[in-house]
């Protein structure tokens, strides 16, 4: 669990699922599965996306940039915070579409 002010990093998850916007492929990760992306231990959950990229989509020529991470952390009220946190950002936006 990330202390207070602290951004969480890779060590502070159990697994990390990576999907791609362009094509749907959606796959689970362990933290050591990273490191081929030059992921370590201390590197911050808000860096993946900019490291990761889809695969499939490189083969077919395309950038494969626009990935989705979402964490499963070791410490489950983590967990609950970050899934508050999520649902409360996406109330947000849907709010704000229906005003539009």
């Given at each position: 669990?990330?202390?207070p002010?602290?951004?969480?990093?890779?060590?502070?998850?159990?697994?990390?699922s990576?999907e791609?916007?362009?094509?749907?492929?959606?796959?689970?990760?362990?933290?050591?599965?990273?490191?081929?992306?030059?992921v370590?231990?201390s590197?911050p959950?808000?860096e993946?996306?900019g490291?990761i990229?889809?695969s499939?989509c490189r083969?077919?020529?395309?950038?494969g940039?626009?990935?989705s991470i979402?964490?499963?952390?070791?410490?489950?009220?983590q967990?609950?915070?970050?899934e508050?946190?999520?649902?409360?950002e996406?109330?947000?936006?849907v709010e704000g579409?229906?005003r539009a």
């Amino acid at each position: 669990m990330a202390l207070p002010g602290r951004k969480p990093v890779i060590a502070h998850v159990v697994s990390i699922s990576v999907e791609c916007a362009d094509c749907g492929r959606n796959r689970w990760w362990k933290p050591d599965e990273l490191r081929r992306f030059g992921v370590t231990g201390s590197t911050p959950l808000a860096e993946l996306s900019g490291r990761i990229v889809c695969s499939a989509c490189r083969a077919d020529g395309l950038p494969g940039t626009a990935i989705s991470i979402q964490a499963a952390f070791i410490d489950e009220r983590q967990r609950v915070r970050s899934e508050a946190q999520m649902m409360s950002e996406r109330e947000v936006l849907v709010e704000g579409a229906r005003r539009a």
